[in-house]
């Protein structure tokens, strides 16, 4: 698959994703990428944030595949079988690439967050997934993101010691993620 052949979800995490930020970027660059809004990004709330993806991915009439970062990923796997069931073909849910999830202490630690986002959900995931995480994140042990990706049934991607993958870690532009989603989308059906 391609990306001009299935639209792709971009799930931010807490605080949205800046305009440097690498999701933002790909975004603007991939004509079939659109962002789940939310209400307010500095006060995660599951349900909210849950029903606005719901709400993104119902109705399309191509295979999606959810982009998503940080907090943005524990969205995806709170919504995974509600999205597997709501989304029939052809609008499926084709696969999930999940970057930097946190670990349940550091969304513990997100103000105003709330608490319903722990614990995290442990069922597999009902379409492909990758989880990327780095050796150095701040915001979750790379054991920790290892066993959610284990949990999830997802394939894990080392990053190497790329912090917690966004613009502060000097990921604006991500040419080795750009490259790693190129192939996971390739592999896709």
């Given at each position: 698959?391609?990306?001009?052949?299935?639209?792709?979800?971009?799930?931010?995490?807490?605080?949205?994703?800046?305009e440097d930020h690498w999701q933002s970027r790909?975004?603007?660059?991939?004509?079939?990428?659109?962002?789940?809004?939310?209400?307010?990004?500095?006060?995660?709330?599951?349900?909210?944030?849950?029903?606005?993806?719901?709400t993104a991915a119902t109705g399309k009439s191509r295979p999606q595949v959810l982009v998503a970062h940080s907090i943005g990923c524990i969205v995806v796997a709170n919504a995974a079988q509600q999205l597997a069931s709501a989304t029939a073909a052809p609008g499926h849910i084709a696969g999930a690439w999940l970057v930097a999830p946190p670990s349940e202490r550091a969304v513990r630690a997100i103000p105003g967050v709330d608490p319903a986002f722990t614990p995290f959900p442990r069922q597999p995931l009902p379409f492909p997934t990758v989880v990327v995480s780095a050796s150095d994140d701040p915001y979750c042990p790379q054991e920790e993101a290892k066993a959610l990706a284990e949990a999830w049934d997802?394939?894990?991607?080392?990053?190497?010691?790329?912090?917690?993958?966004?613009?502060?870690?000097?990921?604006?532009?991500?040419?080795d993620g750009t490259l790693?989603?190129?192939?996971?989308?390739?592999?896709?059906?």
């Open positions: 698959m391609k990306a001009a052949d299935c639209d792709i979800l971009i799930i931010p995490g807490w605080a949205g994703s800046d790909w975004e603007a660059k991939l004509s079939t990428a659109q962002r789940v809004e939310q209400d307010d990004w500095h006060k995660p709330h599951l349900k909210a944030w849950t029903e606005r993806l719901l997802a394939r894990f991607l080392d990053a190497g010691e790329a912090g917690h993958i966004n613009t502060s870690s000097g990921h604006g532009p991500w040419p790693r989603f190129a192939t996971f989308l390739r592999d896709l059906k």
